[in-house]
């Protein structure tokens, strides 16, 4: 089992231009959720995906789309980037134990530069 | 979602045993204690998660009182290796959103 996987690892755009982040789950988790880190902060959290449906979101603004697939994996959208977009991404995925607590592991990011 | 509070760094030395104490006064009944650890540019890894008493795997325990409005997470004989950000969270048990607060920076001496 690979894990929480995302891609691309490193990623440079300009001022207003899309960007769109993958993600896909490990394996038998079926929600994700997508949170920005800020360089010496820790991470946002910005929305939640679970059955293709946003589930709940975090404090950003609608530039920030998802998609989640039926195959649990999903993407981030960011459109019209500014230049404090630029952070790393996490993905994380996670299912409900039998025992009431939340499995919940991240992927290793995806570092977004916005110049 | 529950508010927590634990301290911005701590030093310590290769062997020693590190507790990191964080504090959740307003933790519900249906909340969880959960333990990440960050390293520079990754994602947090899982590193324990309780509800209450005692909680231990293979690289950490989890202590959490009868009132639960703290917990502590023991790293035993720590090394180099270890040093990393470690985040405290609480959320209630069906609820998947984490929010992270400052973190604390551990950093091990040789």
């Known amino acids: 089992d690979a894990g929480v996987t995302q891609s691309p690892t490193h990623l440079i755009k300009t001022r207003g231009q899309q960007v769109t982040l993958r993600c896909s789950p490990k394996?038998?988790?079926?929600?994700v959720s997508w949170y920005q880190q800020a360089l010496g902060q820790g991470p946002q959290f910005i929305f939640q995906?679970?059955?293709?449906?946003?589930?709940q979101r975090g404090n950003f603004p609608d530039r920030f789309s998802g998609h989640q697939f039926p195959n649990y994996s999903s993407e981030l959208n960011v459109n019209a980037l500014l230049l404090g977009d630029s952070a790393l991404y996490l993905c994380?995925?996670?299912?409900?134990?039998?025992?009431?607590?939340?499995?919940?592991?991240f992927g290793p990011g995806t570092r977004l530069t916005v110049l | 979602l529950a508010k927590t509070t634990q301290p911005i760094s701590m030093d310590s030395y290769e062997g020693q045993e590190v507790n990191i104490t964080c504090s959740h006064n307003?933790?519900?009944?249906?909340?969880?204690i959960t333990w990440y650890q960050q390293f520079p540019s990754q994602g947090p890894r899982f590193i324990i998660q309780?509800?209450?008493t005692k909680v231990t795997n293979e690289v950490a325990s989890l202590f959490i009182p009868a009132d639960r409005k703290s917990s502590t997470l023991s790293l035993p004989r720590v090394s180099l290796s270890d040093t990393a950000v470690y985040y405290c969270?609480?959320?209630?048990?069906?609820?998947?959103?984490?929010?992270f607060g400052s973190g604390t920076q551990l950093t091990v001496l040789p």
């Open positions: 309780g509800y209450k």
């Open positions: 995906y679970y059955e293709e449906e946003e589930r």
């Open positions: 307003n933790i519900a009944t249906n909340d969880y």
């Open positions: 394996s038998g988790h079926d929600t």
């Open positions: 969270l609480v959320r209630a048990g069906s609820a998947r959103q984490l929010t």
């Open positions: 994380a995925s996670s299912q409900v134990l039998a025992g009431g607590g939340i499995e919940q592991f």
